[in-house]
């Protein structure tokens, strides 16, 4: 459908900043904005507990609903019992109407791919791999039925201008984490040697699609942080190496206005950094949870925040404008709250 212009008055400015916002200066003031596509997305969600939001996320019009990861929360090598976690998803009326509404796609995390923190080592991710193309409604005859992971692209085409949406698994060939078997915590960062979080033939994959695409924007989705490194739960920077590769990546690439989706922590934050020979910054907008969140958040480092951290029930949205280059992120709670604001030019 088309969608009327979004218009931010300084109200709404205004409200961004007493939230949270983290503007960035250095592009111009987009108070009013051309909608030409918008991506709403998500992750942390339990069928059991009531979802607020879903009629906040139809509000804003999206044109794809991107599921982040933990999509349910099944942590079970029981098939049939997987299931019936999506099966009480799909039953979800809020869900149910956006989903007639609006194109879904997305990816998992370790709960919906069956096993908490889990990798390559979780015995059933190919049985784990269908039931999930089920939730989706993936053809029965489709090749992600036969490829080994739920990576995924998929492109939107305008007349303004191209999206790509690049959905990556960074649960089925990742290597395992392993344990100080008397804290019961996750080692330290940075001690993962050679270990992968995608997989040969993912990566072999993804430098296509990046290398190939003429897209305005490529947007990569990761269940889990690529950019924050200092929390000691799961993040690409317990691969450090991993990070260094698609940086270098990003930039062999010259693919353009390159941004990364991301969930998993129950807070929502926005991460930046400077990639060398890419004109523009590379965001790290994580949005978690929908459902329910890290409410005794009291602080943590991140090396490359932009604005608060957000520890409220929201989704995420991003509005972009082919003409400018630029796009406007957000941070969205109950009843269309704005919780936090970033944006951000790509020229």
Not at 73 to 79: K, L, V
Not at 102 to 121: M, Q, S
Request: net charge negative; with cysteine.
């Amino acid at each position: 459908m088309k969608k009327l212009p979004i218009v931010f008055n300084s109200v709404f400015i205004l409200l961004g900043v007493v939230l949270g916002q983290a503007q960035d200066k250095s592009v111009p003031d987009a108070r009013v904005e051309k909608a030409d596509f918008t991506i709403a997305f998500g992750s942390c969600n339990k069928s059991t507990i009531p979802n607020v939001l879903w009629d906040d996320i139809l509000n804003t019009h999206p044109d794809v609903w991107i599921w982040g990861g933990d999509n349910v929360y099944a942590d079970t090598n029981d098939m049939q019992k997987l299931q019936q976690f999506y099966k009480s998803q799909d039953s979800v009326l809020g869900y149910q109407k956006l989903r007639a509404e609006v194109p879904v796609i997305g990816t998992w995390d370790d709960h919906d791919y069956g096993l908490n923190d889990g990798g390559v080592e979780y015995a059933f991710k190919k049985e784990s791999q269908q039931v999930f193309l089920d939730f989706f409604k993936v053809a029965k005859d489709s090749p992600r039925r036969k490829q080994e992971g739920v990576y995924a692209a998929h492109t939107y085409n305008t007349p303004e201008g191209s999206m790509k949406v690049i959905v990556l698994d960074t649960r089925y060939f990742r290597t395992a984490l392993t344990k100080d078997t008397e804290t019961k915590k996750r080692t330290k960062p940075n001690t993962y040697g050679e270990g992968t979080v995608l997989g040969a033939a993912q990566w072999e994959w993804l430098a296509k699609e990046l290398n190939s695409s003429t897209a305005d924007f490529n947007i990569l989705v990761s269940s889990i942080q690529v950019l924050s490194n200092k929390h000691g739960f799961e993040t690409w920077g317990n691969f450090p190496h991993e990070v260094d590769k698609l940086e270098q990546l990003i930039a062999d690439s010259k693919a353009k206005g390159v941004v990364v989706l991301s969930g998993d922590r129950h807070i929502s934050e926005f991460s930046k950094t400077t990639i060398a020979g890419v004109a523009y910054p590379l965001i790290d907008f994580t949005s978690s949870g929908l459902t329910h969140v890290y409410s005794s958040y009291s602080g943590e480092e991140n090396p490359y925040r932009v604005g608060e951290v957000v520890s409220e029930v929201s989704f995420g949205t991003l509005t972009f404008n082919f003409e400018t280059s630029h796009i406007i992120f957000k941070m969205i709670g109950d009843e269309g709250n704005v919780l936090g604001i970033l944006e951000q030019g790509f020229k």
